[in-house]
């Protein structure tokens, strides 16, 4: 009888011991807790299509999206984050290229050509996108780190993240050209980027979309009300370049009146404080009127609804007023799976999609929504704390990137069914129906683990 070679038991025994490891610090609270809020999506889509006679397709397309997400998640969890590295360059062209190809060949759905049509599936490519930008900008940020507060540098990265945004903008796609803001934002931050800049750019957000829902709400009001002044800022925001010259000017010599005064007051303000203050409001003034060309007169009202959803109680804040309905008629306990009257009976709009929290928050009540606000908070904190732990600079960034995302997804998809955010077409990730952004948001937890496990793995 033959020897066993000592080679072989030895290799046998380290392909066990990396197997175990594997097993063992894989962060299984991230993996469960994503995994359990698809199990909960996938009961709550059934329960949404039920009454419309194709609940079979519809859970049948989610469970091979759920299955396929899965096998990537964990293809990509023993991936090598640090493999992305070498390639960041290439995933930005490859996203610009996805776009490139979804305005020439893409399918127009309810004015947005935003998917690739393949008979047997349907592809979002700007789900993709999304990830291969965070590793091109965390690539970006990671290569030559002590020159993130160059000019150069981060001018050539908003110019790029520009480029991005404005394709989204063509499909037209507002609410995922939005969701680039607070990746940008958190991966500057964290890479190391001026805090003048950062607050500059906060600020610039800040005054373009207070602009843009000023020109929505005075366009959806009877401007006879307001004084003429009024009259003139609406125009301005309308893109009437005689009335925005003068508004500007008008900022613009108030100004100087009060840096004037503040520097003969002896504070010490330097000259470019005011420059600066110029080009960020006529940059906002700007940004706002080209918006209102990109943004459908649809979204614009559906955007304002969440300030006031009587101004339009039949159109656009008929959304906000039936979901509050319904979230609020399951109080404690809810009404049951299947029983809810304001879902079922089909008063709230996309409940299979954007708005799928409001039917689990009829069907299972505070305590239903809680523990769904609950999985989400683990997701959250399970990237923070692999941000923090990350081995390097490049796992930081990119845990960063998927963190903020998952973040503003989940912020906002609640806020818009509890009226306290605009709504913008968000999905609840995990949960709400769409296989390309259910696939796309368990790569990212693959990618998270992956980082997460580098720190136990060589």
Same mark, same amino acid.
């Given at each position: 009888m033959s020897e066993i070679n000592p080679l072989l038991i030895k290799h046998i025994e380290e392909e066990e011991s990396f197997i175990k490891r594997i097993i063992y610090k894989t962060n299984w609270k991230l993996i469960l807790s994503a995994t359990g809020l698809s199990i909960i999506g996938f009961i709550m889509i059934y329960s949404a299509t039920l009454n419309t006679g194709k609940a079979e397709i519809f859970v049948s397309k989610q469970l091979f999206a759920l299955i396929f997400g899965i096998i990537l998640m964990i293809i990509f969890s023993l991936l090598n984050y640090q493999i992305y590295h070498a390639y960041y360059k290439y995933s930005y062209i490859?996203?610009?290229?996805?776009?490139?190809?979804?305005?020439?060949?893409?399918?127009?759905?309810?004015?947005?050509?935003?998917?690739?049509?393949?008979?047997?599936?349907?592809?979002?490519?700007?789900?993709?996108v999304k990830i291969l930008f965070i590793i091109f900008l965390a690539g970006y940020f990671d290569q030559n780190w002590e020159k993130n507060n160059t000019f150069r540098k981060i001018l050539i990265a908003i110019i790029l993240s520009i480029i991005t945004i404005i394709l989204i903008m063509l499909q037209p796609d507002l609410s995922n050209a939005i969701l680039y803001f607070p990746i940008i934002i958190s991966i500057f931050f964290l890479a190391g980027v001026d805090k003048t800049f950062l607050i500059t750019s906060l600020l610039y957000l800040f005054i373009t979309s207070n602009l843009f829902l000023l020109r929505i709400y005075f366009s959806l009001s009877d401007m006879l009300l307001f004084p003429s002044w009024v009259s003139k800022f609406y125009l301005a925001l309308s893109g009437s370049w005689k009335e925005l010259i003068f508004i500007i000017s008008f900022i613009f010599l108030i100004l100087l009146i009060i840096w004037w005064v503040f520097k003969n007051l002896r504070f010490h303000i330097p000259n470019y404080y005011l420059i600066i203050s110029i080009t960020l409001i006529l940059s906002s003034f700007i940004s706002a009127i080209a918006l209102n060309k990109f943004v459908k007169p649809y979204?614009?009202?559906?955007?304002?609804?969440?300030?006031?959803?009587?101004?339009?109680?039949?159109?656009?804040?008929?959304?906000?007023?039936?979901?509050?309905?319904?979230?609020?008629?399951?109080?404690? @306990?809810?009404?049951g799976l299947f029983q809810g009257t304001q879902t079922q009976l089909g008063f709230v709009p996309e409940?299979?999609?954007?708005?799928? @929290?409001?039917?689990?928050?009829?069907?299972?009540? @505070?305590?239903?929504?809680?523990?769904?606000?609950?999985?989400?908070?683990?997701?959250?904190?399970?990237?923070?704390?692999?941000?923090?732990?990350?081995?390097?600079?490049?796992?930081?960034?990119l845990a960063c990137g998927i963190t903020s995302?998952?973040?503003?997804?989940?912020?906002?998809?609640?806020?818009?069914?509890?009226?306290?955010?605009?709504?913008?077409?968000?999905?609840?990730?995990?949960?709400?129906?769409?296989?390309?952004?259910?696939?796309?948001a368990f790569i990212s937890i693959g990618i998270l683990n992956s980082i997460h496990l580098r720190k136990f793995i060589y």
């Open positions: 490859l996203g610009i290229v996805l776009l490139l190809i979804v305005l020439i060949l893409g399918t127009r759905f309810r004015a947005t050509r935003a998917w690739l049509d393949f008979n047997i599936i349907t592809i979002q490519p700007s789900e993709i979204q614009q009202k559906r955007i304002i609804a969440f300030i006031n959803p009587n101004v339009a109680p039949a159109d656009a804040g008929y959304q906000v007023i039936q979901t509050r309905i319904a979230i609020g008629s399951g109080r404690l @306990f809810g009404k409940k299979h999609t954007d708005f799928i @929290f409001s039917l689990i928050g009829e069907e299972f009540g @505070f305590m239903g929504t809680s523990f769904v606000v609950l999985l989400f908070t683990l997701i959250i904190l399970q990237g923070i704390n692999i941000m923090l732990t990350s081995r390097d600079s490049f796992g930081s960034l995302l998952f973040s503003f997804y989940f912020l906002v998809n609640i806020g818009m069914c509890l009226g306290i955010m605009p709504v913008i077409g968000l999905p609840l990730p995990f949960v709400s129906y769409g296989g390309s952004n259910l696939v796309s």
